[in-house]
């Protein structure tokens, strides 16, 4: 979203304009779902803590700052939600869901494409749901949302240091995680790893 467009979306939403809350709707509720499914590994509580976030701009709409940025807000709402519910639930437990489907992009065009999609798929949702939350949703949010660093580390609530310490451990935690992880002989070629 551009910057001005997001700016005029801010002073409709303080002044009540439900159009406004339309179009930033639009805008990032895929994100957001997408984000606490990844999160929580379930897809009842990734709807109620995205409803829970939608609340939130709503009540909190008309109070928001002129400058305010809309990604990193709803993200640090929507990650405030998760940390809550999942320190009171225990969420950790919860079987990972079938998460990497929804950000499939084209279908492989033969079966041994197939087979290594599928393989790749696995290895990287097995491994990515391993790792801590802590480390789980940096990458999502650089990674997969394509926020900023800067915009992730307001929404993490660290420095932009401490982001960029906590991604490269991410990034390692997760490439040992893959390395670690048992592969059938020849199923993964040069090109697919690229």
Known sequence: MEREQEVALVQQLRAGDVRAFDAI???????????????????SAAEDLLEETWLRL?????????DTRLGPWLFTVA??????????????????RDWISLCQSG?????LDLAVVDE??????????????????VLLL???????????????GVSPEALRQRL???????????????????????????
Do not use: H, W
């Open 107 to 111: 279908a492989p065009s033969s079966p």
């Open 168 to 194: 490269s451990r991410a990034r390692a935690l997760l490439a040992q995680r893959l390395k670690d992880q048992e592969l059938p002989s020849g199923i993964l070629s040069n090109e697919v790893i690229q």
């Open 79 to 96: 990650r405030n939600l998760f940390l809550s519910d999942y320190r009171s639930r225990s969420r950790e437990q919860a079987e990972a």
């Open 25 to 43: 709707y639009d805008a990032y509720n895929l994100r957001l779902f997408n984000f606490l499914l990844r999160m929580t590994r379930n897809r």
């Open 142 to 156: 650089v990674g997969y949302e394509g926020l900023r660093p800067l915009d992730a580390a307001l929404v993490c």
């Open 120 to 137: 790749l798929e696995q290895r990287l949702e097995t491994a990515l749901m391993e790792l801590p939350p802590k480390y789980r949703e």
């Open 58 to 66: 709503v009540s909190n709409g008309k109070t928001l700052a002129p």
